[in-house]
């Protein structure tokens, strides 16, 4: 079955860096784009970067273009997001996301919490 599993969670202060991983199991990585979520406290979950399965095309919420970037690689079957220069703002639970593609419907990781404090 699909299993997204994130790592590399955790505390750190305000404009240090965090690296995402999300390794991938269950289905043809390379044939979907793939994406990550967060959802802070008492707010929704948001988009936060998304990579095409063909061209590795990216896409940015504009409250992290230039301090995040978002990469795959389809031999390891993995999805980072590479966060920099972190703001307490972009504190939350970050998900990996396999959003729904074609006839193919959406899976979610489990989540992991990102915590940017002093």
């Known amino acids: 079955q699909v299993q997204l599993v994130e790592s590399g969670g955790g505390l750190v202060q305000p404009g240090g860096s965090l690296r995402l991983s999300c390794a991938a199991s269950?289905?043809?990585?390379?044939?979907?784009?793939m994406s990550w979520y967060r959802q802070a406290p008492g707010k929704e979950r948001e988009l936060v970067a998304l990579i095409t399965n063909v061209a590795g095309s990216t896409n940015y919420a504009d409250s992290v273009k230039g301090r995040f970037t978002i990469s795959r690689d389809n031999a390891k079957n993995t999805v980072a997001l590479q966060m920099n220069s972190l703001k307490p703002e972009d504190t939350g639970v970050y998900y990996c996301?396999?959003?729904?593609?074609?006839?193919?419907?959406?899976?979610w990781g489990q989540g992991i919490q990102v915590t940017v404090s002093s």
């Open positions: 996301n396999r959003p729904r593609h074609g006839l193919f419907r959406d899976y």
């Open positions: 269950g289905f043809t990585f390379s044939m979907h784009p």
